[in-house]
């Protein structure tokens, strides 16, 4: 079974902080993508940040960065220079290609910017 | 260049009415999913169609749920009789053919949100 914990419901940071987002995830495949989503009040959808699991490389968008540890199965979200507008949920969520398509979604972590 | 487009935003039902949402893919996209996100949970996989094909459905409800993507129009997702467990947000996504679609290149709408009383 494919499986994704994010086991911090809720997290704040003050303005121009930096943040840590944790995900952990179960899969017995060995090539997938993982992703983190952001879902402001507008429920939106967005794509933050993709990893490719053969890539070792961590990848970087701007000041959203992760932390991928291939053994451990952990993914974590780094935000750094925190905004106002970073104030969301945020979703780890993986794929397996070419099985389903589906992506398997975490339960989220709600982050506030505290100005 | 618009994204997917879901309509309504907002649709509110008694229970034992009928629900249609509707989802138009990003233009040249060819393959939609459908996700249902209970509140305080994470999105949950449904249905995944291409142009006239159910692909895989295996996230879908047996009965009272069903999804159609035909060759001119929306995708619609259909809720038959509703109950106030239906209540939810239901999400849409495209992806363009593989192999960017197998890449996980999936655009999300802004979701509906289904009120049933």
């Known amino acids: 079974a494919q499986t994704v914990t994010q086991s911090q419901p809720e997290m704040s940071v003050q303005e121009a902080e930096t943040v840590t987002l944790s995900c952990t995830y179960d899969?017995?495949?060995?090539?997938?993508?993982l992703f983190w989503y952001k879902q402001p009040p507008s429920r939106q959808m967005i794509l933050v940040i993709r990893q490719e699991a053969y890539k070792q490389q961590n990848a970087t968008e701007n000041r959203f960065s992760v932390n991928f540890q291939k053994a451990a199965k952990s993914f974590s979200l780094k935000i750094s220079d925190s905004q106002l507008g970073d104030t969301a949920m945020y979703f780890c969520a993986f794929k397996i290609p070419d099985t389903g398509n589906q992506f398997y979604f975490g339960t989220g972590t709600s982050l506030t910017v505290i100005p | 260049n618009a994204g997917v487009m879901q309509n309504p935003r907002h649709l509110v039902r008694r229970r034992g009415q009928e629900a249609r949402l509707r989802c138009s893919p990003v233009k040249g996209h060819s393959h939609v999913y459908w996700y249902r996100q209970l509140p305080e949970e994470g999105l949950k996989f449904m249905v995944y169609l291409q142009k006239e094909n159910i692909i895989d459905e295996s996230g879908m409800p047996k009965e009272r749920f069903s999804a159609e993507f035909p060759k001119e129009g929306p995708s619609i997702l259909r809720i038959q009789q509703v109950v106030r467990g239906d209540s939810a947000a239901y999400f849409c996504a495209s992806s363009p053919q593989p192999p960017q679609g197998a890449m996980g290149k999936q655009y999300f709408g802004p979701g509906t949100r289904l009120t049933v009383t």
């Open positions: 899969t017995s495949e060995n090539n997938y993508y």
